[in-house]
């Protein structure tokens, strides 16, 4: 059974940084695809950012590229989303996925292609 937890969310102004974690136990995690999405009230889940078994390659969407990084530490199996120079708009519940999926735009960023998610965490920035 894989499990994700997410931690790392809060409350902050505009401008600031935020890290979040994705612990992850279970299964083999160093050859799964990670990603993170996010979900505002009232809208769709939407991709955020993704990264390849080993790390090496990853997307991010066009509304958070140059802000957030995602990064592995496998031997630690987790997951981070370093995220600068946050906006009001980047307010959300944040979540982990991973999978056994293709790696390529297409899979990638929908979030269907994924076989388990964390619960979430809030992250609110304040204008």
């Known amino acids: 059974q894989v499990q994700l937890v997410e931690s790392g969310g809060g409350l902050v102004q505009a401008g600031a940084s935020l890290r979040l974690s994705c612990a992850a136990s279970?299964?083999?995690?160093?050859?799964?695809?990670m990603g993170w999405f996010r979900q505002a009230p009232g809208k769709e889940r939407e991709f955020v950012t993704a990264?390849?078994?080993?790390?090496?390659?990853?997307y991010y969407a066009d509304s958070v590229k140059g802000r957030f990084t995602m990064s592995r530490d496998i031997a630690k199996s987790t997951d981070y989303l370093q995220m600068n120079s946050l906006k009001p708009e980047d307010t959300a519940v944040y979540y982990c996925?991973?999978?056994?999926?293709?790696?390529?735009?297409?899979?990638?960023?929908?979030?269907?292609?994924?076989?388990?998610w964390g619960r979430g965490t809030q992250v609110t920035v304040s204008s």
């Open positions: 279970g299964r083999a995690f160093s050859i799964y695809t």
């Open positions: 996925a991973t999978g056994r999926l293709p790696w390529h735009s297409d899979y990638v960023r929908a979030p269907e292609h994924y076989d388990h």
């Open positions: 990264v390849n078994w080993d790390g090496g390659s990853a």
